[in-house]
């Protein structure tokens, strides 16, 4: 097989096995996740404003003191023998400049056979990318509103192929400590490729979310909700596994509704115990339970649950992912606080 068609294999296979939306883009990888936190919150969250250091990966506007000296390393064995992850440290340089941010993505497609026009083996190649960010975030004087941005430097790796590109988020985040509700808005992955694979431009995977969250008064829980990829309204597609037959031949095919369309934006969770030592996580994630699901078969596709503990300085972090009958993935990450704090 020639190395250009195993290039268009794994470039095709990469982008649907992580449910994105139509292989369409480039980078796919910037929207994984890998925080078990938001793994196990249904796949998104933006609307964490606490120590939680990972989450500037996906809201650069609630970046805060309270991670100043945190580092967070998160790791996914994911589906195929793929494995991806982040880290993400942030320093507080003062109280009156703030606190910067930094953070690595990064995926690696494991090892290829190489193989000839002819189908004789040749040398094994490998397949990788990775994005370095620096975030930075600021409060609107006299107002609970913030804005944020990260910006990206990106790599990837495909055989012999190369490319290099940039991209930027730009995010904004409201606040009400009263209530306890927060609110985040997040255009990510604004940008271009420097240099492309082999002369053909892509575009980034631009996304669009939407989230808001509340701590429940008098009792221990955060709620989540999460609209996600805000930006392209038809998601949904019409699934010939579920089209109705008539007697006279004729096919109807299965229709997806308005309230179909909403549901596939959407990504609930909610976590127990948000501020004690031990937490306990539950999501649920619409679009990944409707196209992962099986007719007539019960497989909770889009269920996701996780915890969190906190040991001393140390928090260990987990998720599950229920993806299909065929396979689930484990998220761990370990956060450190090396600051001279005694708690958070």
Not at 93 to 100: E, K, L, P, V
Not at 288 to 316: C, H, P, Y
Request: charged share 20%; with cysteine.
């Amino acid at each position: 097989m020639p190395k250009k068609t195993l290039l268009h294999i794994l470039l095709f296979t990469t982008t649907c096995c992580f449910a994105q939306i139509g292989g369409r883009y480039t980078y796919q990888f910037l929207n994984l996740v890998s925080s078990p936190r938001q793994a196990a919150l249904g796949g998104k969250v933006i609307t964490n404003y606490d120590y939680d250091v990972s989450q500037p990966l996906f809201n650069p506007a609630t970046i805060n003191n309270e991670m100043d000296n945190q580092l967070a390393l998160n790791y996914v064995s994911y589906l195929g023998g793929i494995s991806y992850g982040s880290a993400a440290y942030a320093y507080e340089w003062d109280r009156r400049i703030g606190t910067f941010h930094a953070g690595v993505t990064y995926i690696d497609y494991g090892t290829f056979e190489g193989r000839d026009a002819n189908g004789q083996l040749t040398e094994d190649f490998t397949g990788n990318e990775v994005a370095l960010s620096f975030g930075y975030a600021k409060n609107i004087p006299q107002t609970d509103f913030y804005v944020g941005t990260n910006v990206k430097l990106i790599s990837s790796k495909l055989e012999q192929y190369n490319s290099l590109g940039g991209a930027v988020d730009v995010a904004g985040f409201y606040r009400n400590e009263r209530l306890g509700m927060n609110v985040g808005l997040v255009v990510r992955n604004i940008g271009t490729q420097f240099s492309t694979y082999a002369g053909l431009r892509e575009d980034l995977p631009l996304s669009v979310d939407l989230g808001i969250s509340q701590e429940v008064p008098n009792v221990p829980v955060r709620w989540h909700v999460t609209l996600e990829n805000l930006h392209d309204w038809n998601i949904a597609f019409s699934n010939p596994n579920r089209n109705e037959f008539t007697l006279d031949g004729g096919v109807t095919e299965e229709d997806v509704g308005f309230f179909q369309e909403v549901l596939r934006h959407t990504v609930i969770g909610a976590e127990l115990f948000p501020t004690k030592p031990f937490n306990i996580r539950l999501g649920y994630n619409f679009r990944r339970a409707e196209e992962l699901r099986i007719v007539d078969q019960r497989t909770f596709s889009g269920i996701s649950a996780g915890f969190g503990l906190k040991m001393n300085r140390i928090r260990f972090n987990f998720a599950h992912v229920r993806y299909s009958l065929a396979g689930n993935t484990s998220v761990f990450g370990l956060m450190i606080d090396f600051s001279n704090r005694r708690g958070y």
